[in-house]
T-cell receptor, first 113, second 115 residues
Framework: GESVGLHLPTLSVQEGDNSIINCAYS??????FIWYKQESGKGPQFIID?????DKRQGQRVTVLLNKTVKHLSLQIAATQPGDSAVYFC????????????FGSGTQLTVLP | ETGVTQTPRHLVMGMTNKKSLKCEQH?????MYWYKQSAKKPLELMFV???????ENNSVPSRFSPECPNSSHLFLHLHTLQPEDSALYLC??????????????FGPGTRLTVL
């Protein structure tokens, strides 16, 4: 079946370094993608989104890249800070009359001092 | 804070109990959602309400019964649950369902433990 998954369940980076979190999706009909951040004890928080007619979108310290050829999505965090430690997961929304929302299982990002 | 509140934050119940989870959004949104988040599993959409009307029920067992009296409040009534129903239950809201293209704002969740 269709699924959204993450390449790595955990990622540790040094404070100040850049982080890259990856997501693979299999539904070629998906046309909208979202990255969420979930800190311990809190609900998911929207970070950034991208539509399938784009291949890159930048926010504040974050960049999302979309490669539709290989069905790959990545989240880049510049100058990672301790407050960035959280679980990050992607979500995809399929196009068509019956739109479906599917979430990935998440990557735990730990920022080391 | 996201403008979405959930109560209680923690709930322990037996399999024969009846309890309710409450969600309230202060954002003026028209759509509300219930999700289940189990350990090491992707977030699972349970129910969607748009303008108080249920628009999605993702094959959720009848022991979970949602109620949406108005666009600002959403309840999840629980009865005769199973231990495997233990999870974090998250509520979210968005301006419109819009085919899920709207940004969703999540509450902090209710951590449910079924004994």
């Amino acid at each position: 079946g269709e699924s959204v998954g993450l390449h790595l369940p955990t990622l540790s980076v040094q404070e100040g370094d850049n982080s890259i979190i990856n997501c693979a999706y299999s539904n070629s009909a998906s046309d909208y993608f979202i990255w969420y951040k979930q800190e311990s004890g809190k609900g998911p928080q929207f970070i950034i989104d991208i539509r399938s007619n784009m291949d890159k979108r930048q926010g504040q310290r974050v960049t999302v890249l979309l490669n539709k050829t290989v069905k790959h999505l990545s989240l880049q965090i510049a100058a990672t800070q301790p407050g960035d430690s959280a679980v990050y997961f992607c979500a995809e929304i399929s196009s068509g009359s019956a739109r479906q929302l599917t979430f990935g299982s998440g990557t735990q990002l730990t920022v080391l001092p | 804070e996201t403008g979405v509140t959930q109560t209680p934050r923690h709930l322990v119940m037996g399999m024969t109990n009846k309890k309710s989870l409450k969600c309230e959004q202060h954002l003026g949104h028209n759509a509300m959602y219930w999700y289940k988040q189990s350990a090491k599993k992707p977030l699972e959409l349970m129910f969607v309400y748009n303008f108080k009307e249920q628009t999605e029920n993702n094959s959720v067992p009848s022991r979970f019964s949602p109620e949406c009296p108005n666009s600002s409040h959403l309840f999840l009534h629980l009865h005769t649950l199973q231990p495997e129903d233990s999870a974090l239950y998250l509520c979210a809201s968005s301006p419109n369902t819009g085919g899920f293209a709207d940004t969703q704002y999540f509450g902090p969740g209710t951590r449910l433990t079924v004994l």
